[in-house]
């Protein structure tokens, strides 16, 4: 840990929950935070496809539930908590097979009180998820079974067509959506910070992080300008989807973490930055900011 450092780098986190966390990570591996704030947790407006879940699992039309995230957990739990108390809701989650998509919704139905026949290892994609099925499909057999799926905030083709070719009887259940920060101002400052080639390095922890700076900077009618500079930053992606997002949009993955968690992204982030930022930009050294 004493070599890892960033010498003074500028390093951009579009973190929300974690901010102040991130932001002290950063310092204490000699980096300059600089954290804008990109996703809003909202609950839908209506909770149709919560209480609906909460009707079927109730009539045992519910052979599999799906957990993807621990927010997911907690979010589901709430929307249904008027027709479906917590005990009552831990205690029909216990009659039927739970798939976690690793340690956070584990963590999530463990307080809820819910045993987790299968936990999705890392990187906890959705096809680690596919490939865990396969492997356990003598034990949890999903042709013919009814799974409900909890998403989050977006809908998951790939794992929904996964399922459905493996035989599966699918229901998606959204119990809350992304929005962009109802302030916008530091995600429109990391965009002018990320043109002037203020920010050296980028930490995209999900794909909606990247999308929702893309977005401001459309409304900005600085995309273009973004695009083209962040050619001169070094990203680092949390995984394999977060990748995945970033080449759809010509943006080089310069670094992806061996552990989809933060302390690991930015840690290797600290080790690894300088160099690949010599490398970008063309620069006999870098070392600290006024070196860039």
Not at 80 to 107: H, I, Y
Not at 129 to 146: E, V
Not at 154 to 170: D, F, H, K, Y
Request: glycine letters at 6%.
């Amino acid at each position: 840990m004493a070599n890892i450092t960033f010498g003074g780098l500028c390093v951009l986190a579009l973190e929300s929950r974690r901010a102040r966390e991130i932001a002290k990570l950063i310092a204490n591996l000699g980096g300059v935070p600089i954290v804008a704030p990109s996703v809003r947790e909202v609950p839908l407006e209506s909770n149709r496809e919560a209480l609906e879940f909460a009707r079927r699992l109730a009539a045992g039309e519910v052979d599999m539930v799906i957990f993807t995230t621990g927010v997911g957990v907690k979010a589901l739990a709430s929307a249904v908590e008027k027709v479906c108390p917590r005990d009552e809701l831990s205690s029909r989650l216990n009659d039927v097979a739970v798939v976690a998509r690793g340690p956070k919704p584990t963590a999530a139905l463990k307080d809820l009180g819910v045993r987790v026949s299968l936990t999705v290892p890392e990187p906890n994609t959705w096809r680690d998820l596919l490939i865990l099925l396969d492997q356990s499909k003598n034990t949890f057999p999903i042709a013919g079974r009814r799974i409900a799926v909890q998403e989050y905030g977006v809908t998951n083709p790939e794992l929904s067509a996964g399922l459905q070719e493996r035989g599966a009887i699918v229901t998606l259940v959204n119990v809350y959506q992304w929005a962009l920060p109802e302030d916008l101002s530091p995600l429109q400052n990391a965009v002018e910070s990320i043109i002037s080639d203020n920010v050296h390095v980028l930490l995209v922890a999900s794909s909606v992080q990247i999308r929702h700076l893309y977005k401001v900077a459309e409304s900005m009618a600085r995309q273009r300008a973004l695009h083209e500079a962040l050619s001169r930053v070094v990203i680092a992606s949390i995984g394999p989807l977060t990748s995945e997002e970033l080449r759809s949009r010509s943006l080089s993955v310069d670094i992806e973490c061996t552990r989809p968690k933060m302390g690991f992204l930015v840690q290797e982030a600290a080790e690894k930055s300088a160099e690949i930022l010599r490398q970008k930009r063309g620069l006999n050294s870098v070392g600290t900011e006024d070196q860039i």
